[in-house]
């Protein structure tokens, strides 16, 4: 990746673009961050750095964690996230990065813990169907329903898809637009909804998506199993 960044949820709103289209998006307090260690690949075997984010009282970290930012020197962080980037030669420990790192018109994947929603049923965490509610369904129209054979192999298998703690889950939401950013105020404003409640932890990265190269109009088949390979004239009387 190219560029990375900690940051914190503060909530959803709304803005106008220039054509005074409504926009949705989602503000994040991006940095600053600090580095706190670099990896090597003559060390560690492969080149990355680490990013602390939001101070902690000394008192609150263990002896290793400690130790860990003593040797530092940058000062006791909450948030720690090693970062692949491609450039890691240019950075070293006890630089800061703050939201300007990411510009206007950036495209970034955004990963977070998803909001926790309890114990939940089948139905609704997996979206599994409802049994019959006529001719004797009876109370179970939620329920999971039969598990599958009794003598073989007489177990369920890993995996099954039943009741369970529904969220709390590390989710990934790829290729959204930076609307607007804002290093004075340590903001990043992104399109759309990210994962995660208000003030929670999100990790913002350059996208892994590639841009999709428009290959220009369809035109004419020469498939003759389609229909505009079958009969040109028709499919370009259609134009």
Same mark, same amino acid.
């Given at each position: ?32 961050? &600090? ?34 930012? *003593? ?15 491609? @450039? ?6 006890? *630089? ?34 409802? &049994? ?47 609307v607007k950013v804002d290093p004075e105020l340590n903001m990043i404003v992104i399109r759309g909804a990210i994962p995660g409640p208000k003030g929670g932890i999100v990790y913002l990265k350059s996208t892994v998506k590639t841009a999709v190269v428009k290959k220009? @109009? ?22």
């Amino acid at each position: 990746m190219k560029k990375a960044i900690i940051g914190k949820k503060v909530g959803m709103t709304q803005i106008f673009d220039e054509a005074g289209k409504v926009v949705p998006v989602t503000v994040i307090e991006a940095g600053p961050c &600090t580095v706190t260690a670099k990896m090597t690949k003559e060390k560690e075997g492969y080149d990355a750095v680490q990013l602390g984010f939001e101070d902690i009282a000394e008192k609150k970290l263990t002896k290793p964690e400690k130790g860990h930012l *003593d040797k530092a020197g940058v000062g006791y962080k909450k948030y720690l996230k090693e970062f692949r980037l491609e @450039d890691c030669a240019s950075v070293n420990v006890g *630089d800061v990065l703050k939201a300007d790192v990411f510009a206007e018109g950036d495209k970034v994947d955004i990963t977070g813990i998803s909001k926790g929603k309890g114990y939940a049923g089948v139905v609704k965490r997996y979206g599994q169907g409802r &049994t019959p509610t006529t001719h004797g369904g009876g109370p179970v129209h939620r329920h999971a329903g039969s598990m599958g054979s009794s003598t073989d192999p007489s177990r369920i298998f890993p995996g099954k898809k039943q009741a369970g703690h529904m969220g709390v889950d590390q989710v990934t939401v790829q290729n959204l637009d930076v609307v607007k950013v804002d290093p004075e105020l340590n903001m990043i404003v992104i399109r759309g909804a990210i994962p995660g409640p208000k003030g929670g932890i999100v990790y913002l990265k350059s996208t892994v998506k590639t841009a999709v190269v428009k290959k220009g @109009d369809a035109g004419i088949s020469h498939n003759p199993q389609k229909a505009s390979g079958r009969n040109p004239q028709k499919a370009s009387a259609r134009k």
